[in-house]
């Protein structure tokens, strides 16, 4: 007992209790160096790859937590890689990078020429970021040899695998800023803008065939209204999150919103949607809260209540619901994971993370990866949860 609470207090995790310190057993943590790890890990063939706020994006061995290899882009890498062949590719700072799974060798890049985004608030700087809670980025989508991801200029790009040939281009209206994830249904394609407006693509048709708004009224504030999660679709329902306190469901081949839920404290339903067992589930920022909704009606199963803003994706398997959460606007104080039961949305488990946590947790059997606002990634072991 003495060795795990040593080992606990050494890489910055509080737990509750004894009970859930049985339940959660730290394995490794990985120091990045970098101020903040948003980006989602991938994890394929025993191997994490996962980028960090400083441009640097990293092979480590899952097992062990050492390092493999590392590529230096020099700026900032915050959404999940997509694995192909043997490639993988991420964005970083607005250009593309496909490396050598192996030796983390360049093979190419595309560069669209973007101006890099700095805002300044307050006096205060946010490079690559359009305002001070742009903490999402476009994750590329394959599809038979095709790599689809947006950018902040407006495009959402179509790049071949093997060389980064452009083979699709399609703007946004306005050329608004796509942070959202392109998803991929038969023979359309779906992604959102800055602006809150959806868009579905027909690749026989070869055009837009339809475009929705998600909000028809002012915006309350300059940081309103952004589509910024990726999409999911069940039967023929389209889900999404934005920077909106109404969750909109959209008709997949209309567009045609079908129902809504708006929170009564005005809190964004962001995070990345999942939809497992006939059930819809999706996080909120500013409420704390994890939703969980009857897919089809809207009905709301339940909703739990967290401590902090949930922006990344919830992970969901047949008896839990697992969330990342932080404090978003001081992302230094303490983040929290926390373990729901998925029928019910009781709190089974919770532990508190050394800083904010919007990089959405992987769970690769029985262990939960992350990366976190301290600049580390952790693997830890859900024991008997």
């Given amino acids: 007992m003495n060795k795990r609470k040593a080992l606990l207090a050494g890489i910055g995790i509080v737990f509750l209790n004894f009970l859930v310190a049985q339940n959660?057993?730290?394995?490794?943590?990985?120091?990045?160096?970098?101020k903040a790890v948003t980006a989602a890990p991938l994890v394929k063939n025993n191997t994490i790859y996962v980028g960090n706020g400083a441009g640097v994006f990293y092979a480590i061995d899952l097992s062990t937590g050492q390092q493999k290899w590392k590529f230096d882009t020099k700026g900032n890498i915050q959404a999940k890689a997509v694995l192909f062949e043997d490639k993988v590719f991420f964005e970083s700072a607005n250009v593309f990078y496909a490396l050598n799974v192996k030796t983390g060798k360049e093979v190419w890049r595309f560069n669209p020429e973007i101006e890099p985004e700095i805002f300044d608030y307050q006096g205060v700087e946010y490079p690559y970021k359009l305002d001070p809670f742009d903490n999402q980025r476009s994750a590329p989508t394959l599809h038979e040899g095709v790599i689809y991801v947006g950018t902040t200029n407006g495009k959402l790009y179509g790049l071949d695998q093997k060389g980064g040939r452009i083979v699709l281009e399609l703007s946004s209206d306005n050329n608004s800023p796509i942070r959202s994830s392109p998803l991929i249904a038969g023979s359309r394609l779906y992604f959102g803008d800055w602006s809150g407006k959806v868009y579905c693509y027909d690749f026989d048709e070869q055009k837009i065939r339809w475009k929705k708004k998600t909000y028809h009224?002012?915006?309350?504030?300059?940081?309103?209204g952004g589509v910024v999660s990726s999409f999911s679709i069940h039967g023929d329902l389209l889900y999404f999150g934005a920077r909106n306190y109404t969750l909109n469901v959209l008709d997949a081949k209309t567009g045609e919103r079908v129902w809504s839920y708006t929170d009564p404290e005005k809190g964004w339903i962001i995070s990345d949607p999942v939809v497992y067992n006939d059930t819809l589930y999706i996080g909120g920022s500013d409420n704390f809260t994890l939703y969980a909704f009857s897919p089809s009606l809207g009905n709301t199963h339940w909703a739990s209540r967290g401590e902090r803003n949930i922006i990344a994706k919830p992970v969901v398997t047949e008896k839990w619901v697992i969330y990342a959460s932080g404090n978003g606007y001081n992302t230094s104080e303490q983040g929290m994971i926390a373990i729901l039961d998925r029928m019910t949305g009781e709190k089974k488990n919770q532990y508190y993370t050394p800083q904010a946590v919007f990089s959405a947790p992987v769970l690769n059997e029985d262990q939960l990866i992350y990366g976190c606002h301290d600049g580390k990634i952790y693997c830890i072991e859900l024991v008997n949860p």
Wanted: hydrophobic fraction near 35%.
């Fill in 24 to 34: 959660l057993v730290p394995v490794w943590d990985f120091d990045t160096g970098s």
């Fill in 217 to 224: 009224y002012q915006k309350p504030y300059f940081t309103f």
